[in-house]
């Protein structure tokens, strides 16, 4: 095994996270420090407990066993609300948009969970996340009109308002068209430059590799590798799980 474990200052650190369902043991101990900062990737085959890990990370589900520790407070046990408050967000693949809402009332809604901020506040911030995905000049639309790709940049823009230190994405990328891949990556690297750690899991390999300053492999209920990315993704064992799994 990898000691993933020796990074300086990590803002979340995983160690030993382990969890079964009904005997079957899916994580058997996840050890992963991901750097403040950084866009660090996690991949592996279908069913092996990456969502999960996400859950466990985000309080919708208790490890069996091990801690996970955020800005070096301990926080498994803690209920989603508390955790998110603290600056750890998740996507949750459109569920959150509300589709009778406009695109802005999607963004405010959000609004009243961060601090103190002003209503007047709320909307500039608002404004400006629209700005920073594009969608400004749809801001009194119907969310119910927008196509699917228009909604992930929402759903983008949802996360931001939360004020997050670390973003969790769980494939991101699924049933996106490819003509708004680039887009989304370049959010993504925009958000990192803004300051954000993002925890990316994704299955398409080349976009790992281009957004990634590092790739966690899950094998087995374990980090089986985490390294750069031109070395997971030419790895013979990473190569023939993700040709077998496509
Ligand atoms: N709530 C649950 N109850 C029972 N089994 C579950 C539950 N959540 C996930 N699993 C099982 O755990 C394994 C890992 O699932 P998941 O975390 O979704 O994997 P991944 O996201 O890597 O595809 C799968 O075998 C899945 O069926
Ligand atoms: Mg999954």
């Known amino acids: 095994m990898v000691d993933n474990t020796q990074v300086g200052s990590p803002i979340l650190h995983l160690r030993g996270i382990t969890k079964s369902f009904g005997g079957i043991h899916v994580l058997k101990g996840i050890d992963l420090a991901v750097e403040r900062g950084s866009i660090q990737g996690l991949i592996g085959p279908n069913g092996s407990g990456k969502s999960t890990l996400f859950d466990i990370i985000t309080g919708y589900q208790k490890p069996d066993d091990g801690v996970v520790e955020f800005v070096g407070e301990e926080i498994n046990g803690q209920l989603p609300h508390v955790i998110s408050r603290a600056g750890l967000i998740r996507t949750f693949q459109l569920t959150k948009v509300f589709p009778n809402l406009t695109v802005a009332e999607n963004l405010l809604v ?7 901020e002003s209503k007047k506040d709320a909307e500039n ?7 920073f995905v594009h969608l400004i000049g749809l ?3 119907e969310a ?16 931001l308002m939360h004020r997050p230190q670390m973003l969790l994405l769980d494939e991101p990328f699924a049933g996106v068209n490819p003509g708004l891949i680039d887009e989304l990556v370049d959010h993504i690297r925009e958000m990192r430059k803004r300051g954000l750690t993002i925890l990316l899991v994704e299955h398409n390999l080349p976009i790992v590799a281009q957004l990634c300053d590092r790739v966690a492999v899950v094998s087995g209920g374990q980090i089986a590798m985490n390294d750069v990315p031109e070395v997971v993704v030419n790895d013979p064992d990473v190569k023939e799980v993700f040709l077998g799994d496509a």
Do not use: N
């Open 110 to 116: 959000f609004a009243s969970g961060v601090g103190d």
């Open 144 to 159: 119910s009109t927008l196509s699917y790709g228009q909604l992930k940049l929402l759903e983008f823009a949802q996360v």
């Open 125 to 131: 911030r608002a404004v400006e996340l629209l700005d």
């Open 139 to 141: 801001h009194d639309r």
